[in-house]
């Protein structure tokens, strides 16, 4: 069904659960404000690949009114090689209607980070640090499980989730917008 004007698109299918809790959270402590939530899927096609911009548009009705925020991991690229990989699909048409928030290195850092762990270790290896504090080895399909762990309050001095943050504030903007129920 066609209709949905804010989107939040992550890059795999156990992210959508990851970012919906956390969307809860943010919403529940008044970090961000919203009037109606996101649609949160996962996005349409890969990264790289040329029918992202059409999956994406497929999915709006109005392509004059909609807005998606896509995050990524940056997967040790620059945050700007990251974006423009995104950014280059669309052109200059759909710009205003588009944000992109880089994760570095993976969306694991967020959640190792949020639970407590070392920044500096949850950057460069936060599998294994998530691994060492769950006394199991992490496998990708425990992060929307493990975000309950998350403490939000931990991931409000990152950068990247600081982009995140003004990236939710721009798509929660309620200004004549709505979402998909």
């Given at each position: 069904?066609?209709?949905?004007?804010?989107?939040?698109?992550?890059?795999?299918?156990?992210?959508?659960?990851?970012?919906?809790?956390?969307?809860?959270?943010?919403?529940?402590?008044?970090?961000?404000?919203?009037?109606?939530?996101?649609?949160?899927?996962?996005?349409?096609?890969?990264?790289c690949?040329?029918?992202?911009?059409?999956?994406?548009?497929?999915?709006?009705?109005?392509?004059?009114?909609?807005?998606?925020?896509?995050?990524i991991?940056?997967?040790?690229?620059?945050?700007?090689?990251?974006?423009?990989?995104?950014?280059?699909?669309?052109?200059?048409?759909?710009?205003?209607?588009?944000?992109?928030?880089?994760v570095?290195?993976?969306?694991?850092?967020?959640?190792?980070?949020?639970?407590?762990?070392?920044?500096?270790?949850?950057?460069?290896?936060?599998?294994?640090?998530?691994?060492?504090?769950?006394?199991?080895?992490?496998?990708?399909?425990?992060?929307?499980?493990?975000?309950?762990?998350?403490?939000?309050?931990?991931?409000?001095?990152?950068?990247?989730?600081?982009?995140?943050?003004?990236?939710?504030?721009?798509?929660?903007?309620?200004?004549?917008m709505?979402?998909?129920?």
């Amino acid at each position: 069904m066609k209709g949905a004007y804010r989107l939040l698109l992550v890059e795999d299918t156990y992210g959508v659960e990851f970012h919906r809790k956390l969307v809860d959270m943010l919403v529940e402590r008044a970090i961000v404000s919203c009037c109606c939530k996101p649609r949160i899927e996962r996005i349409p096609a890969g990264k790289c690949n040329q029918a992202l911009r059409r999956k994406v548009l497929a999915k709006v009705f109005d392509e004059s009114s909609w807005k998606a925020l896509i995050v990524i991991d940056s997967e040790r690229r620059s945050i700007e090689e990251a974006e423009r990989g995104i950014l280059n699909h669309f052109g200059r048409e759909h710009s205003q209607h588009l944000k992109v928030v880089v994760v570095d290195p993976r969306h694991e850092a967020w959640l190792c980070i949020g639970m407590g762990l070392g920044r500096g270790s949850c950057r460069s290896d936060p599998e294994l640090e998530i691994s060492k504090a769950i006394g199991t080895d992490y496998e990708k399909h425990m992060l929307g499980k493990l975000a309950a762990r998350v403490s939000i309050e931990s991931l409000l001095g990152e950068p990247d989730f600081q982009s995140y943050l003004e990236g939710l504030r721009w798509l929660l903007d309620c200004s004549g917008m709505r979402a998909l129920g």
